[in-house]
């Protein structure tokens, strides 16, 4: 199997460490429109897709702006949490040095990724940066994927999707990249399992060795 040229990643739960900060927000949300929440029923609601959920739980389209600053302001106050996971720096370090092209096609808002981002020390590292408001159509729908394909000039089958949501293994799958899924917080492994990724890994920083592993497996069979 040849190794991919181009590498794509998720932001929040594949790269980022954000999920007491984006639950923190959400509840504060959920709360204030008099919507009962515990974290079990957060896990099972949630969706990279926040219109989606704002739809499923009953909050009125035209309160959503009113939701989305009230989310903004709750996230701002947790946001210095929002960290790298271990592995994650050194993985995109590797990838680079090795000359792969990087980019990220994320559901957060372009202004509170770009704030993480530089937080973390990341800023400019990627040569495609994809968020919410540029894609009309969310994930798992391709569109932004393909979107952050064209921008690095690169092709599908020379790209692999990194994220740790069904929406993301379905997103790269359709887009026809090959698809790592990343347990995290937002999904669990048996969650993960039924989307069938190309790899499932219990962190990113397992990426490089899943990779390493495919490809030895793959020239094991050619001899044979």
Do not use: N
């Not at 039924?194 to 592993?213: M, Q």
Request: aromatic share 8%; proline share 4%.
């Amino acid at each position: 199997m040849p190794s991919p040229s181009a590498f794509l990643f998720d932001w929040d739960g594949t790269l980022a460490d954000s999920f007491a900060v984006i639950q923190h927000a959400s509840l504060a949300v959920f709360r204030h429109f008099g919507i009962a929440m515990d974290e079990e029923l957060y896990r099972s609601t949630y969706r990279p897709d926040w219109h989606e959920t704002y739809r499923q739980l009953g909050i009125p389209e035209d309160r959503w702006t009113e939701a989305g600053a009230l989310w903004r302001k709750k996230y701002d106050e947790r946001s210095r949490e929002v960290a790298l996971f271990p592995g994650a720096l050194a993985v995109l370090t590797t990838l680079a040095e090795a000359g792969a092209r990087l980019g990220v096609v994320t559901t957060a808002d372009r202004d509170r990724f770009l704030e993480d981002l530089d937080r973390c020390g990341l800023s400019g590292r990627f040569g495609a940066v994809v968020a919410f408001e540029d894609a009309r159509r969310k994930k798992p729908h391709p569109e932004a994927l393909l979107l952050a394909l064209g921008r690095l000039g690169m092709k599908s089958s020379e790209a692999l999707y990194a994220g740790d949501r069904p929406e993301d293994v379905a997103m790269g799958k359709q887009a026809g990249t090959l698809t790592a899924a990343v347990v995290s917080r937002f999904s669990g492994q048996a969650m993960l399992r039924t989307a069938e990724p190309d790899f499932l890994l219990r962190g990113i920083g397992e990426l490089p060795g899943a990779l390493a592993g495919k490809a030895a497996a793959s020239e094991t069979g050619r001899g044979c």
